[in-house]
T-cell receptor, first 115, second 112 residues
Framework: ETGVTQTPRHLVMGMTNKKSLKCEQH?????MYWYKQSAKKPLELMFV???????ENNSVPSRFSPECPNSSHLFLHLHTLQPEDSALYLC?????FGQGTDTQYFGPGTRLTVL | GQNIDQPTEMTATEGAIVQINCTYQ??????LFWYQQHAGEAPTFLSY????GLEEKGRFSSFLSRSKGYSYLLLKELQMKDSASYLC?????????????FGPGTRLSVLP
């Protein structure tokens, strides 16, 4: 248990559906991250929020839309996804962004399957 | 550009020592991390290096040479529970800001 929770743990959706992934951290951290982990590919950083402001843009398709309403919660809104978007989506948090060790604590992930 | 290389798979025997190498190319190096990820679980932090040299933490040690773009993770007295993927990640300051770049991971199998 890392102090970062994600729901749902598994999600199956059609290409026309709209769904949201939720992440919550109980560590008092100021930075939160979304990563994508596909089979046989490295972890890919998608979005970073620091103090509820988005600080990085990694050229993610617009069908992925992040939202950070407060420093403890992070959402990833999904719409009109493609089958190649099927992957494990990991949320992480760190005390601050770009400071010192900046250790990231990961949630268990949401296994997403797009049909 | 950014590039991180690790061996895809390694096998070692319980009680032995194994060294997992990582080479990287980045435009603005600002720290290297090692994470452990068991199958079906989230990555967990193992170590952090930003200066050259060896960082020791129990059975695990991590080494960094910035001039060579090289790091290794050393695992001593291997246990069966050490069977996992080991991820090398670099924090990179490029023209677009800070970015975390992960390597493909090394899947370690510890045999009895």
């Amino acid at each position: 248990e890392t102090g970062v929770t994600q729901t749902p743990r598994h999600l199956v959706m059609g290409m026309t559906n709209k769904k949201s992934l939720k992440c919550e951290q109980h560590l008092g951290h100021n930075a939160m991250y979304w990563y994508k982990q596909s089979a046989k590919k490295p972890l890919e950083l998608m979005f970073v929020y620091s103090l509820e402001e988005r600080v990085e843009n990694n050229s993610v398709p617009s069908r992925f839309s992040p939202e950070c309403p407060n420093s403890s919660h992070l959402f990833l809104h999904l719409h009109t996804l493609q089958p190649e978007d099927s992957a494990l989506y990991l949320c992480a948090s760190s005390q601050d962004f770009g400071q010192g060790t900046d250790t990231q604590y990961f949630g268990p992930g949401t296994r997403l399957t797009v049909l | 550009g950014q590039n991180i290389d690790q061996p895809t798979e390694m096998t070692a025997t319980e009680g032995a020592i194994v060294q997992i190498n990582c080479t990287y190319q980045t435009s603005g190096f600002n720290g290297l991390f090692w994470y452990q990820q068991h199958a079906g679980e989230a990555p967990t932090f193992l170590s952090y290096n930003v200066l050259d040299g060896l960082e020791e933490k129990g059975r695990f040690s991590s080494f960094l040479s910035r001039s060579k773009g090289y790091s290794y993770l050393l695992l001593k007295e291997l246990q069966m529970k050490d069977s996992a993927s080991y991820l090398c990640a670099v924090r990179d300051n490029d023209n677009y800001g800070q970015n975390f770049v992960f390597g493909p991971g090394t899947r370690l199998s510890v045999l009895p």
